[in-house]
């Protein structure tokens, strides 16, 4: 009899059934799936690790930055600490300096901290000689300077241009040149004037200031009169550097510089970006006696007496992840702990410790990223070896 269902052989060649593609279809969309989920995670995982990554490395970085310029800062005056915080003054091009650059430096101090208003970041200018050799305060002798005398206007008699390194050293040298800004000061409360050395002392015990009234040497300015124990101190080219957190969400470490250009004009380079990620600073003072910290705080000194108390700068930075997060993983305001030893303006108690909340939700879905908390102590060594 004749067979009509098809052979073994026969039925394998047919292919598949509808049901079956369906099936297998199926499994590889969900193979598919997994895989891409894997993936999709472990991308995840990548992109927040290396966004971590950068954080930790933006941060250091911009904490150690801070350090070295901060390590300089009072360098050439704070070896009379008695100067401090006098109400410095100066003319270029006849024109009042607080005029033509609102920013230029009202006191002669290492540094100021301008706290951020509700929490915002804080802005912390260094103020330091840029002699490129080494900066002393000199004294002045008699018969000092005297801007109405025609003998003595033109020129600033000291007690030596020349100044030994140490007591155990014959290296000397000439500590003045031209070019070089000289403040003339009597004493904290009064106000220190700048002017522009215009020669080279050589071996005379003389600084001379000639009138030049397009640049620091309007005539009779300085225009109060110094006289033997007052002071020159050599800014040099001035170091004024200013610190602050870029506006916006990335935020970013910037620092705003005074520069001289080759005829002595001034003005202001920047804000120049030095680290990204960067969303928060705050500083403290830390102020004392004898060398020793007893108490920090953002207020800054008033005078030169409370400018002697001040021994280091305690910082904290806060890095942002540049990775955005689907999910919710920052849920308050990072923690800047400062311990209980030493008292702490603004400190809130945080288990057996002190801690500072430092401030990131004014940023636009700020919990959406994660944030490292960098913080030191900076002694300003100028001011703890004026001791």
């Known amino acids: 009899m004749y067979s009509t269902r098809p052979s073994s052989s026969r039925r394998r060649s047919l292919g598949f059934t509808l049901i079956e593609l369906m099936v297998g279809v199926v499994i ?75 920013t230029f430096p009202t006191r002669l101090a290492p540094v100021f901290i301008t706290q951020g208003a509700s929490g915002a970041p804080d802005s912390i200018r260094v103020l330091a000689s840029g002699k490129t050799s080494y900066s002393v305060p000199i004294r002045m002798s008699a018969p000092g300077y005297n801007p109405t005398d025609p003998l003595t206007k033109y020129k600033f008699s000291v007690s030596s241009v020349r100044s030994v390194l140490g007591p155990k050293t014959d290296i000397s040298g000439n500590v003045i040149g031209p070019g070089d800004l000289m403040v003339a000061a009597s004493s904290g409360s009064a106000a220190c004037e700048m002017f522009q050395v215009t020669s080279d002392p050589g071996s005379s015990p003389v600084v001379d200031r000639a009138d030049d009234a397009t640049k620091w040497n ?39 510089t005074l520069k001289l250009a080759a005829d002595s004009t001034p ?90 909340s430092v401030k990131v939700d004014h940023l636009a879905d700020w919990n959406h990223y994660r944030y490292k908390v960098f913080d030191t102590v900076i002694a300003l060594r100028n001011m703890v070896w004026s001791e």
Not at 226 to 238: A, F, H, K, R, S
Not at 242 to 256: D, F, I, N
């Open 218 to 256: 309007k005539v009779g300015f300085p225009a109060a009169s110094y006289g033997d124990g007052n002071y020159l101190i050599n800014m040099g080219p001035m170091v004024d550097q200013t610190y602050s957190v870029a506006a916006g969400e990335t935020g970013g470490l910037q620092v705003r």
């Open 267 to 356: 003005s202001y380079e920047g804000p120049v970006e030095l680290f990204p990620g960067i969303v928060n600073l705050k500083a403290l003072y830390g102020k004392g006696a004898a060398g020793v910290v007893t108490s920090w705080d953002n207020t800054t000194p008033a005078n030169a007496a409370e400018w002697q108390t001040l021994y280091a700068v305690r910082l904290v930075l806060v890095a942002r992840s540049s990775q955005y997060e689907k999910e919710t993983v920052t849920f308050a305001n990072p923690l800047w702990d400062v311990g209980n030893v030493i008292p702490v303006t603004g400190a809130a108690t945080c288990g057996t410790s002190k801690c500072v």
């Open 28 to 102: 590889g969309l969900l193979a598919t799936l997994a895989v891409t989920q894997v993936m999709v995670s472990s991308e995840g995982q990548k992109r927040t690790t290396t966004s971590g990554s950068d954080a930790q490395v933006n941060g250091a970085l911009a904490l150690s930055s801070l350090q070295r310029s901060f390590q300089q800062a009072g360098y050439g005056f704070t070896t009379v600490p008695s100067l401090m915080g006098c109400t410095l003054t100066a003319v270029f091009n006849g024109t009042s300096i607080a005029t033509l650059l609102p």
